[in-house]
């Protein structure tokens, strides 16, 4: 069993920076894939980032991608997701995921989900 929780969520303008972590409880962090996804008001969840167990790989979608990085330290048992030149459209709900078997790039591979933290990005 995994617990997240998200935290670094906030209110900030069009082009400024945010970085989310998402803390997980256990002490098998590193055996798992780890990513996020975002939920718009009115619109589906939708896949941002994701990083497989080693780090070595790592995933994004399109409107993020050269914007966004996501990392890990396993010491801490922490991800992160840096969010640079942030638009409108990135408003949201986002979502800390883990999956043991699966790097959680779609929903059915996601196995824990955290409760979410909302950011918000003013023009």
């Known amino acids: 069993q995994v617990q997240l929780v998200e935290s670094g969520g906030g209110l900030v303008q069009a082009g400024d920076s945010l970085r989310l972590s998402c803390a997980a409880s256990?002490?098998?962090?590193?055996?798992?894939?780890m990513g996020w996804f975002r939920q718009a008001p009115g619109k589906e969840r939708e896949f941002v980032a994701a990083?497989?167990?080693?780090?070595?790989?790592?995933y994004y979608a399109d409107s993020v991608k050269g914007r966004f990085t996501i990392s890990r330290d396993d010491a801490k048992n922490t991800v992160y997701l840096q969010m640079n030149s942030l638009k409108p459209e990135d408003t949201a709900v986002y979502y800390c995921?883990?999956?043991?078997?699966?790097?959680?790039?779609?929903?059915?591979?996601?196995?824990?989900w955290g409760p979410g933290t909302q950011v918000t990005v003013s023009s």
């Open positions: 995921t883990a999956s043991s078997r699966f790097v959680p790039t779609i929903k059915r591979n996601v196995e824990y």
């Open positions: 256990g002490r098998t962090f590193s055996t798992y894939a």
């Open positions: 990083i497989s167990r080693s780090a070595g790989l790592r």
